[in-house]
């Protein structure tokens, strides 16, 4: 497997759901796209669009797929009442479920083996030896390459490490939100284990293209967001204000300088961005 790229693609927007009003087609040209520029790394999981962002990437990649770093996450399951409803989604780290995951998620990526198989979520009903003697089990089987752990706290990556090999943990931090990085990095670096950071421009916010006064539609996931309402909103808006002063201080773009700080941090090795056309990839050139 190739070492990921400090820029990892994240693929969240090709399951169409939770991300506004885009035009798909824009997704798959920066895909392709990034692939020219020297990124290799790509994330997605079974639960964007239930299968769904995992299929598109296969057949946007094509034969490429095999050469490249392709990451998805597993450990959930779903019940929807009709092709139009919300589903509801259940954490399910059971070894049964866990299987049948990496099998789907290879059968959808049109892969022999997957680079990065994270667990997408703790999952407090199945003891943490069941689920990890089930990866044990897939990675010897050569199912997948790595095993790595998302949105895990410290004590439960502790837990899942007494069963086995992480290579990758998986979990949010930017400039304004870092408290689990903080917590968790020492151990990471202790043992080797890349962290992959996402939400780095925290929901947009660093971007700095919002003023407060944005109501978003029921298709965007900011619309459910506490941060995203009434004071809330405006207090958070004035930071990024005074973050992105000192980002241009510093000749940055503020999305660069929220990056920037991040990949300087020893224990992260990538950083996941959401893209949804070239124009946003371009943003992101310094990184290339």
Known sequence: MQVPSKICFGCEALGGTD???????????????????????FDTAAVYGLGLSETRLSAILGPMRHQLCIATKGGMRWEQA?????????????????????????RR???????????????????????????NNLQEKQLIQSI????????????????????????????????????????????????????????????GKFDGTEIFPENDRRSRLPFFQGEAFTKVVKKTVELKK???????????YAVSELLENKSVSSTIIGIKDIKQLDSFHRFF
């Open 19 to 41: 991300w506004g009003d885009f035009d798909i087609s824009f997704v798959e040209e920066a895909v392709l796209k990034a692939v020219d520029y020297g990124v290799n790394f």
């Open 82 to 106: 009709s092709p139009n409803t919300r589903a509801n989604v259940f954490k399910d780290s059971s070894p049964q479920n866990i299987e049948k995951n990496v099998y789907d998620s290879l």
């Open 109 to 135: 990526l049109k892969l022999d083996t997957l680079p990065i198989f994270y667990v997408h979520w703790p999952d407090k009903s199945t003891p943490y030896q069941k689920t990890f003697d089930a990866l």
């Open 148 to 207: 790595g752990v998302s949105n895990f706290n410290l004590a439960e990556l502790k837990q899942a490490l007494s069963h086995a090999k992480i290579k990758y943990v998986q979990l949010p931090a930017n400039i304004m939100e870092h408290a689990q990085l903080d917590s968790i990095s020492s151990l990471c670096l202790e043992k080797s284990i890349n962290i992959i950071a996402y939400n780095v421009l925290y929901s947009g916010l660093l971007t």
């Open 246 to 256: 000192f980002a241009n201080t510093l000749g940055l773009a503020l999305h660069e």
